[in-house]
């Protein structure tokens, strides 16, 4: 069956400091990849996705690139800010994304 | 990208009351939405999928007759918590299925 492993937090990073968040999978077929965001009380945003291998996902400085050989997409950013202070999902969907396979989310802190 | 809200944000409620939460898709018909629990620090566990016109499927460990499903337009899908317990509190998120799952803000629910 499918399934997402993603780093254990919490993580907490000082302002301007760059951030890997790992995230492997396992899947049949060619899933979908995506982040999620969940701000503190709020529900979660979609933050970037990849469809197909190699594709590189990409929205607010955050980076991810689909990388079949190793099963992975890595959330990056060069410079966290404290307002990224949030939960972050990694997570697969097969075709037509009607289910989606969740992480148990990384809690990142961002410190003045 | 779509906008989907939940109403209410927050409520509690008496054990053995019912608690209905409404998932609206505001500017895209969803023929599919899908509601999730979320536990504190947990991933997202997914309850059911709600289809238009037809009944939810649960996934395996959720009580139907608990957690009833309407999904009566396509844009506007009910959870109703029957005979709420404590062990129900929790944090409930629906998402709207318009090519990529898009969220709602979440319900936070306390029985008391």
């Known amino acids: 069956g499918n399934s997402v492993t993603q780093m254990e937090g919490p993580v907490t990073l000082s302002e301007e400091a760059f951030l890997t968040i790992n995230c492997t999978y396992t899947a049949t077929g060619y899933p979908s990849l995506f982040w999620y965001v969940q701000y503190p009380g709020e529900g979660l945003q979609l933050l970037l996705k990849a469809t197909k291998a190699d594709d590189k996902g990409s929205n607010k400085g955050f980076e991810a690139t689909y990388r079949k050989e190793t099963t992975s997409f890595h959330l990056e950013k060069g410079s966290v800010q404290v307002s990224d202070s949030a939960v972050y999902f990694c997570a697969l969907g097969n075709f037509g994304n009607e289910k989606l396979t969740f992480g148990t989310g990384t809690r990142l802190t961002i410190i003045p | 990208g779509a906008v989907v809200s939940q109403h209410p944000s927050r409520v509690i409620c008496k054990s053995g009351t019912s608690v209905k939460i409404e998932c609206r898709s505001l500017?895209?018909?969803?023929?599919?939405m899908f509601w999730y629990r979320q536990f504190p620090k947990k991933s997202l566990m997914l309850m059911a999928t709600?289809?238009?016109?037809?009944?939810?499927?649960?996934e395996q460990g959720v009580e139907k007759d608990k957690f009833l499903i309407n999904h009566a337009s396509l844009t506007l899908s009910t959870l109703t918590v029957t005979s709420a317990h404590p062990e129900d509190s929790s944090f409930y998120i629906c998402?709207?299925?318009?090519?990529?799952?898009?969220f709602g803000p979440g319900t936070r629910l306390l029985v008391l």
């Open positions: 500017d895209f018909q969803a023929t599919t």
């Open positions: 998402s709207a299925l318009i090519g990529t799952q898009y």
């Open positions: 709600s289809n238009e016109g037809s009944k939810a499927t649960y």
